[in-house]
Every structure is written in C-alpha cells, then in structure tokens.
C-alpha cells in the first residue's frame, strides 16, 4: 500500500518534527532511566528525582536540537546568539518541568498515587505528553527561530511574519 504524499505545506515540517522526535526519545530515555535510578536505587523522593533527572535531559535535548533539529536555522546576529538560545531553551524546558512535575504532584498529593508505577505513569507518560507539545512549539518559535529578513518588509508582511507555527 502506497501512503499519500503530505500536504505540500507540511513536507518540510515532517522532518523537523521527526528530528525533534529522536532527539525528544534521547532525552526521554535519559529522564526516565535517571528518575528511576534516582528513585528505586538511589531512595531520591519523587519530585526532586524528577527536578534532576529533567534538568540532565534537558541538556541532551538541547545539544541535539541546537546541532541537528534546528542546525539548518542560522546562528548568526544577535537573535541568534547560542547564549541567549541557551537561555530561552532553559526557560521553555522549565515550563515543561512545571507540566511534568505538576502531574506528578497531582498524582500523589490529590490523587494519593504514591507507587513508582503511579510516579511513571503520571511524570514520564501523562506529564511527558503535555510537556512535549509545549516544548515542541516553544522551541520552535522562540529559540530555534527560522531565519528571516522581516526589517525591509512591508509593515503587513512584518506583522505576519510573528514567530508561530505555520
């Protein structure tokens, strides 16, 4: 069975979202294997378990994003400054450890979950998802920003040319 070809607008979107997505399995694997050395070996407590083996991912992630997923994306001028990058990227992946570490918290302290099953399925799987979409589209916009010369635009082009999915 031959499958359809993409919408011409999402062909080059697919290999974007596919490098995110190997990159994104980098980091989760480094996260979930962390937190759970953290917790069943370790006796770390479950939410500064996942503050730290969260923090560790996110440097992968941010490596492999910055040299494959959005190497294409220049790094050159001041909005691309690999520092500020750095520093949008923490701020995005902060907001995605506040998704995951809240499920977790919702999980054993309203919900009474308190078994490493529950702590996996609440962090690394409900917590994981929501975070993902939100770091996806974060990084996306505002740290790997696609290169464009809006400046000598038209006002109107300028206006839609707003970071965003498109």
């Known amino acids: 069975m031959i499958l359809p070809a993409p919408p011409k607008h999402l062909r080059g979107f697919l290999p974007e979202i596919s490098r995110f997505a190997v990159v994104g399995g980098a980091g989760y694997g480094v996260d979930v294997v962390l937190f759970n050395v953290l917790r069943a070996f370790l006796d770390v407590s479950a939410l500064p378990a996942k503050v730290i083996s969260l923090s560790v991912a996110t440097m992968v992630a941010y490596l492999g994003n910055r040299r494959w997923t959005y190497r294409e994306r220049t790094t050159s001028g001041a909005a691309h400054d690999p520092g500020r990058q750095l520093l949008l990227f923490i701020g995005w992946s902060l907001g995605g450890l ?12 309203v919900l009474g979950f308190d078994s490493l099953l529950a702590d996996n399925l609440s962090g690394n799987v409900i917590g994981m998802g929501l975070a993902t979409g939100f770091r996806f589209w974060g990084y996306r916009t505002w740290v790997f920003r696609a290169a464009t010369d809006t400046a000598s635009a038209p006002a109107d082009v300028r206006r839609d040319a707003a970071p965003g999915l498109r």
Request: positive net charge; hydrophobic residues 50%; contains cysteine.
């Open 98 to 109: 506040v998704i995951q570490v809240g499920c977790l918290w919702v999980s054993r302290h």
